[in-house]
């Protein structure tokens, strides 16, 4: 997956956690897709870091 579709992928999963959240009333049917929601940022941010990590490594030896 390149960073371009993972920046995509996160935003939207951050505007679903905000509709969600708008409409929380300790329901747990939304706390729990809320979960999976923040599982799935933290799991895009991983990803997205190591790309760049890989990305100025890469550019790294490039400069060498």
């Known amino acids: 997956m390149k960073i371009n579709e993972?920046?995509?992928k996160l935003k939207t999963a951050i505007k679903e956690i905000?509709?969600?959240s708008e409409k929380l009333d300790?329901?747990?049917d939304f706390?729990?897709?809320i979960q999976e929601l923040n599982n799935e940022i933290?799991?895009?941010k991983k990803g997205i870091n190591e790309s760049?990590?890989?990305l100025e490594e890469f550019l790294g030896?490039?400069?060498a």
Do not use: G, P
């Open 6 to 8: 993972k920046v995509s």
């Open 18 to 20: 905000k509709n969600i």
């Open 26 to 28: 300790n329901h747990n």
């Open 31 to 33: 706390k729990s897709k």
């Open 42 to 44: 933290l799991r895009l």
């Open 52 to 54: 760049v990590n890989e």
């Open 61 to 63: 030896k490039e400069d």
